[in-house]
T-cell receptor, first 115, second 112 residues
Framework: DADVTQTPRNRITKTGKRIMLECSQT?????MYWYRQDPGLGLRLIYYSFDVKDINKGEISDGYSVSRQAQAKFSLSLESAIPNQTALYFC??????????????FGPGTRLTVL | AQSVTQLGSHVSVSEGALVLLRCNYSSSVPPYLFWYVQYPNQGLQLLLKYTSAATLVKGINGFEAEFKKSETSFHLTKPSAHMSDAAEYFC??????????FGTGTSLTVIP
C-alpha cells in the first residue's frame, strides 16, 4: 500500500463550488505539505504543517484553507473554486528529523479542473 | 531569499549519451539542495540531496550532482542515459522555516 495517499485522484468542478482534497499518510511523519504544480511554474507551496497544532501559510495560500485532523491526515479546501486553481495538487510528508535537509515523500497527486 | 533556476525546460538525449540537467541556486545562507524526479502520472521522489557533507553527491539510478559554490550550481548528471530515465526533474532548495522551493522543472526525453 502507498505511504502517502490522496483522494480524489481526479476532480472536475465548477466555479464557485467548495471542494476538499484529502491526504493521508502511514509513514508516521509529523510534517505535511500541500503543493500545486502548474506547467512551466514547477511546484509551489500552499500550506504546511509541522504538527497537528502548527499550520503555516506557504507561498500561495490565498483562496485555500487547510485542516490537520490528525497526525496522519491533512486536507486542503478551496472555499469557492475559480478556474485559475486548475492544477495538479500534491501532498507531501517529511519526518522533520533533519529539518532543512529532510526528504519529502509525495503522494500521487490530485488533478483538479475548475470549469 | 532562496530560489533555484533550472536552465532548459526540455532536454533530449540519445540513449547511452551523457545526461546534464542544469540548476543554479540563489541563497542568502549556505544552501541545502535537492534533485527530485517525477515519472509520468506519479508523485516526486528524491534522487539525491546536498547537505554540505561532500560536494559530489551520488544518488539513485546512477545519477550524481556536484555542488559548486563558486558557480552557485548544482547540476545533475548521468554518464549514460537509459530509456527509463525519461521523466521530469526538479531541483529544489530549502529555506527559512524548513520550507522547500522548487525549480520549474526539466523534462528529459531519451531518444532510442
Amino acid at each position: 500500500d502507498a505511504d502517502v495517499t490522496q483522494t480524489p485522484r481526479n476532480r472536475i468542478t465548477k466555479t464557485g463550488k467548495r471542494i476538499m482534497l484529502e491526504c493521508s499518510q502511514t509513514k508516521g511523519h509529523d510534517r505535511m505539505y500541500w503543493y500545486r504544480q502548474d506547467p512551466g511554474l514547477g511546484l509551489r507551496l500552499i500550506y504546511y504543517s509541522f504538527d497537528v497544532k502548527d499550520i503555516n501559510k506557504g507561498e500561495i495560500s490565498d483562496g485555500y484553507s487547510v485542516s490537520r485532523q490528525a497526525q496522519a491526515k491533512f486536507s486542503l479546501s478551496l472555499e469557492s473554486a475559480i478556474p485559475n486553481q486548475t492544477a495538479l495538487y500534491f501532498c507531501a510528508t517529511s519526518d522533520g528529523i533533519q529539518g532543512s535537509t529532510d526528504t519529502q515523500y509525495f503522494g500521487p497527486g490530485t488533478r483538479l479542473t475548475v470549469l | 531569499a532562496q530560489s533555484v533556476t533550472q536552465l532548459g525546460s526540455h532536454v533530449s538525449v540519445s540513449e547511452g549519451a551523457l545526461v546534464l540537467l542544469r540548476c543554479n541556486y540563489s541563497s542568502s545562507v549556505p544552501p541545502y539542495l535537492f534533485w527530485y524526479v517525477q515519472y509520468p502520472n506519479q508523485g516526486l521522489q528524491l534522487l539525491l540531496k546536498y547537505t554540505s557533507a561532500a560536494t559530489l553527491v551520488k544518488g539513485i539510478n546512477g545519477f550524481e550532482a556536484e555542488f559548486k559554490k563558486s558557480e552557485t550550481s548544482f547540476h545533475l548528471t548521468k554518464p549514460s542515459a537509459h530509456m527509463s530515465d525519461a521523466a521530469e526533474y526538479f531541483c529544489a532548495v530549502s529555506g527559512p522555516g524548513n520550507q522547500f522551493y522548487f525549480g520549474t522543472g526539466t523534462s528529459l526525453t531519451v531518444i532510442p
